[in-house]
């Protein structure tokens, strides 16, 4: 007989026996880059974001196809909130927040 499968038990027995880790890690985050938010565009910014008529163009994220990704996520985010120094760290913030819980995912799964 087959066992069924049920991820979304599996999700829930993860996150409650690995709850305080994950509420530190996302803490952790929060706190490190929580001061960029009112900071505004700095160093290599002005020219890749400020300056740069082409992220308003999706063609922009095709000009270099093996590095697409900073790219996309410039564009993504100017489309949605225009040039706005604080939402582009805001999304970096969450950004950084996705990959550091996926990473802790995988290291838990594999450890």
Known sequence: MKKKVTHH???IYFLSVNKAKLLTL???VILTYLI???NGFVSDDINGV???RA???FSSVTLR???FAQPLYVFTVY???GVSASMFHLT???LHLFITLMIFGVFVFFG
């Open 26 to 28: 996302v803490i952790l």
């Open 50 to 52: 400020m300056k740069n």
């Open 92 to 94: 970096g913030i969450m």
């Open 55 to 57: 992220i308003q163009n």
């Open 9 to 11: 038990k599996d999700l």
């Open 36 to 38: 960029s938010l009112k």
């Open 65 to 67: 196809p093996l590095s």
């Open 79 to 81: 489309k949605f909130f």
